[in-house]
């Protein structure tokens, strides 16, 4: 395990979330950071990514509005905050880091770092 995911847990629809993603090494020596979603039954989707450079973010359609990807500088950590959570965002979430010269970075393949994950459960 290369990354480590926190801040998941159970909360009722409406509620918001934050998570985190520590792993200062792995962090440094990537140009990106993207959050991940898998769902019982699903494969893993990209929800959200920054470039790490510049600040760019992109998101997925289902994340736009409600997630925000950020990251402080002086912790080396990165987060993903969620509001107005429903049922579907319920799964584990990942965060990976990579480096890549494709943007967005918003498949999996792009990353070469990968943490552990984090539960969100939504009732």
């Known amino acids: 395990v290369q990354l480590v995911e926190s801040g998941g847990g159970s909360v009722q629809a409406g509620g918001s979330l934050r998570l985190s993603c520590k792993g200062s090494?792995?962090?440094?020596?990537?140009?990106?950071v993207g959050w991940f979603r898998q769902a019982p039954g699903q494969e893993r989707e990209g929800v959200a990514a920054?470039?790490?450079?510049?600040?760019?973010?992109h998101y997925a359609d289902s994340a736009k509005g409600r997630f925000t990807i950020s990251r402080d500088k002086d912790r080396n950590t990165m987060y993903l905050e969620i509001l107005a959570l429903s049922p579907e965002d319920t799964g584990v979430y990942f965060c990976?880091?990579?480096?890549?010269?494709?943007?967005?970075?918003?498949?999996?393949?792009?990353?070469?770092?990968w943490g552990q994950g984090t539960q969100v459960t939504v009732s």
């Open positions: 990976a880091a990579g480096t890549t010269r494709q943007w967005p970075a918003r498949y999996a393949y792009q990353y070469k770092f």
């Open positions: 090494e792995y962090i440094s020596s990537s140009n990106c």
């Open positions: 920054i470039y790490i450079g510049g600040g760019i973010t």
